[in-house]
Structures are given as structure tokens and as C-alpha cells.
């Protein structure tokens, strides 16, 4: 499979899109079921971020070097085990859907007039809240790949700025940790043949 270069093998990434569904990330409480392929539907309690800046996810690299260990003559002798972390960060740019908000502030700091739909938020100190986390792609040729991680924060850590030349939007981090079953996060690719889900 791998004695040639292969064009058929390189993609870009956009947001799925699907009859229901579009977007790149979605939450659902912890413990939601887990997806466990690339193209079937998510449960129906995984509620989308919307829009992504248009410099899209960065996913950093999972290791870290280790730390050196020299002898007396200050040459490297060992090196201990990477350490591992899986992250995501990016832009959401949808400020106006309050499942966004109620990412970044907090389900409880958000409420929604259900006459006038005018928004409430509580800017203040919590707890983190822990989700099930998912990362829906469409690939060349029209493939799925789909990231999901188990247990995942969704925390804000750049600066929002208010003027009128770009977007509002909120620069976030995501990070994944293994649960007594799954690691951090597991990815599933879509087959050639497989339909397009949700």
C-alpha cells in the first residue's frame, strides 16, 4: 500500500456536512454515548460551536521531549519517556449561539429569555466543566474522519478583542484525558465506500 506516492492519499480539512448536522466541534455531557466510527450520527444530546476563524483547529503535537540525563562529563546518557497530552485550540467565531456560550461561561452562567431570546451571561469563577468532546472533518473525496475524546475541557485562553475590523470570537483550548476505558482520544477514518451520516 505504501510502495508509491499516492495523490489519492492527501487532503485538506473542512467542517463535516451532513442533511442535519455542519460544523467542526461538538459537545456533549459527560458520559454521552460514544461515537464509534466516522459517519455515524451523534447522539442527539452533542450540540455544535458553529463557525471556526478562518485560521481553523490546530491540533499540537501529543509529545513533549523528556528530560536529559548527563554523566559527570556532561554528556547526554538517557533521556526519560515523552510525556503525552492531546490538545486542540482555535477560534470559535459564532458568539451569538448560546451552546458556545454555555461552553465558554458555563451551562449554569447562561440563560435565554424564551420570549424575547435575549441572552444572560454571568461572567464569573467556576469549575471547569468536563464534556465528551467530538471533531467532525471532511476529507478529500468526500471521507469522514472524526476525532472523539471521552473527557475533554473546553477552556478559553486568549484574549478577546472588541473593535470593528475582525470578528468577535473566542480563541479556546480543548483538552482531552483518558477514562478507564479510551485514551485520550481515539480517530476513526471513514472507508472508501461509507455514507455520509449526520
Known amino acids: ?20 448536522r455542519s460544523g467542526y466541534i461538538w459537545m456533549a455531557p459527560l458520559g454521552t454515548a460514544l461515537p464509534t466510527d466516522a459517519t455515524t450520527d451523534l447522539d442527539a444530546k452533542f450540540v455544535g460551536l458553529g463557525y471556526i476563524s478562518e485560521d481553523g483547529l490546530t491540533e499540537p503535537a501529543s509529545y513533549s521531549d523528556g528530560d536529559s540525563t548527563n554523566d559527570a562529563g556532561g554528556e547526554e546518557i538517557a533521556k526519560t519517556d515523552p510525556t503525552f497530552s492531546k490538545t486542540w485550540t482555535g477560534t470559535a467565531v459564532e458568539v451569538l449561539n448560546v451552546d458556545l456560550l454555555k461552553a465558554v461561561y458555563g451551562p449554569d452562567n447562561v440563560t435565554v429569555d424564551a420570549t ?34 471521552p473527557d475533554a475541557t ?13 470578528l468577535l470570537g473566542y480563541g479556546f483550548t480543548i483538552t482531552a484525558y ?20 449526520a
Open 1 to 20: 500500500m505504501g510502495l508509491k506516492q499516492d495523490r489519492a492519499n492527501v487532503s485538506f480539512s473542512h467542517p463535516a456536512k451532513g442533511p442535519n
Open 116 to 149: 424575547t431570546k435575549a441572552i444572560t451571561i454571568k461572567d464569573q469563577g467556576r469549575s471547569l466543566e468536563e464534556w465528551v468532546i467530538v471533531v467532525d472533518e471532511l476529507l478529500k473525496g468526500g471521507r469522514r474522519q472524526r476525532s472523539v475524546m
Open 154 to 166: 473546553f477552556l478559553i485562553t486568549d484574549d478577546t478583542q472588541h473593535h470593528y475590523s475582525d
Open 178 to 197: 483518558a477514562t478507564a476505558d479510551n485514551p485520550p482520544q481515539t480517530r476513526y477514518i471513514a472507508g472508501t465506500t461509507a455514507s455520509a451520516g
